[in-house]
């Protein structure tokens, strides 16, 4: 492989495949390099096809599996025999902790896009306005005029399930046909209207084809089956990700090179220049130092992976890390939390069944704090939320009588389930270790991060809320509940190289460029100034297909 190209991305998750993605189309030659290991679409997905019985422990994670995932498997139950190999062993990976973090990693070709919830949410001005309104942390640099038009563009080609739903604080964007609700969350929506202020019971908004376009299948995309095995990749290309949808289109362009089983050591600086000439790269098998060299870079190794290789990127000229004038490169890190609403069993209903296995639920989007609303803190939340017909497993029941037990279905239940804004607050951090360092002999990352009196006020009404809708709608055996789960859980870091107006106040300026680097794009979590109370990838690939167009135009230029 040459060792010279026109752009590095780093990072092949959701935000970096769809950078290599733009820039190969733009005509750039760009190598696109991946910590993990290489995944083949398709045939990579060694347990997307196969029946449970075909588990030597039924999907369960033995022993000597769990002991490579010490801190992930505490929190998380996809480390098993259908999806661990799709997540980082804490074993192999480590990293310190002033306070409990839980942080839940994909390195492989694709990263995160395998295991993602899929999701996709636009912010609106309120969002992108609430921290000058409020005094919090810093001004976002953009509003929603400046990335609306590349909402558009990335959901035409991400392919999004969703309904126009009039919402101003949630904009609509460009839709395919929803996944039709159930009956019990038809009868929701109906029974909540008009009884709860702001309430809106929607579709799910998530990248799952229901009607490709000509250009998805072009690629190999095809409708979702309805299996909900999302988890072990989609052999039918249905759900929106790197291996699916933007690493097929950057392959056919000839323009891409890719390098797995590589650690980026740190962005290299040409104090001549006062541009970055490259990325050192230590090779995660052999331990041999490369040094890789291109025009522009993109930072897309997550939100805690980018701001790990800023911080390591020291110079005469940035001796606290790139771009780090500001001093707050590694702070105001963010996560939503979550955990916190009510499940409840529906009455009636008896004659129905969920039609295949829908991998979406739906959605209520944000009303607190919105309008005349006004709560005793800050911001707000939405809630997922899902409905299963049970089956009637009767814990008493041993033998034929238990095989019996679960031939006959039980009750409807529903669940609400929020997911919250959290501040951006300057003691939420993460900084590279004086002492301990990887195999490879890196710093190692160190989180300190907790969720503060906002976040408690907050989970109040998350619990409440979920369950007054429930008996405004008339269910029965309503259970609230609010298990508070630290940072890193609900895996959307966002953070730690804000965007800004200026290098006094940020790390990135309103183009994703990294202050007194101009050749220098972050365009993953680590950009985000606030975190909203929406998912927020698809906000990610908006940024991303943003900065990209602007790089192309600015290398036309010369000016990087």
Known sequence: MKNSFDAIVVGSGISGGYAAMELTKKGLKVLMIERGRTVEHIVDYTTATKNPWEF?????????????????????????????????????????????????????????????????????????????????ATDWPIRYKDIQTWYDYVEKFVGVSGNVDKIPHLPDGVFQPPMAFSCVEQHFKEQIKGKKQGINVIHARQTHLTAPTEEQTAIGRASC???????????????????????PVAKLTNNLSILTNANVKEVVYDEKTQKASGVS??????????????????????????????M?????????????????????????????????????????IEFGRRPNGFYVPRYRNIGSDKRDYLRGFGYEGESKRHKNNDPDAFGADFKNSYTKFGPWKIELSAFAETLPYEDNKVYLSETEKDKWGLPLLVMSAEYKENE????????????????????????????IRG?????????????GHTDKDSVLNKNNQVWGVPNVFVTDGACMTSSSAVNPSLTYMALTARAANFAVEELKKQNL
């Open 281 to 310: 790269v230590i090779d995660s098998i052999t331990n041999e130092e490369t040094t890789y060299t291109a025009k522009i870079i993109f930072l897309n190794a997550s939100t805690l992976g980018s701001t790990q290789i800023l």
């Open 56 to 136: 030597e422990h039924r999907g369960k994670s033995s022993l000597e599996v769990l002991k490579e995932y010490p801190k992930t498997s505490r929190v998380y139950n996809k480390i098993n025999e259908f999806s661990s190999h799709f997540y980082t062993p804490d074993a192999q990976y480590p990293y310190a902790e002033d306070k409990r973090f839980d942080w839940i990693r994909g390195y492989q070709l694709g990263g995160k896009s395998l295991i993602w919830g899929r999701i996709a949410l636009r912010m609106s001005d309120v969002d992108f306005e609430a921290n000058a309104k409020e005094g919090i």
């Open 225 to 247: 089956q309805y299996r909900n095995m999302c988890s072990r990749g989609c052999p039918y290309g249905a759900y929106f990700s790197t291996q699916s949808a933007t690493l």
């Open 312 to 352: 390591n990127s020291k110079s005469s000229r940035f001796p606290n890390g790139m771009g780090n004038d500001s001093g707050v490169l590694g702070h105001y890190l963010m996560d939503h939390h979550f955990g916190a609403g009510a499940v409840a069993e529906v009455e009636g209903f008896e004659d129905h």
């Open 487 to 499: 940072f890193g859980r609900c895996i959307h870091e966002m953070g730690t190289a804000r965007m």
């Open 456 to 483: 408690t006020k907050m989970r109040v009404d998350m619990k409440n809320d979920a369950a007054e809708m429930f008996e405004l709608a008339g269910f029965k055996n309503i259970k609230p509940y609010d298990e």
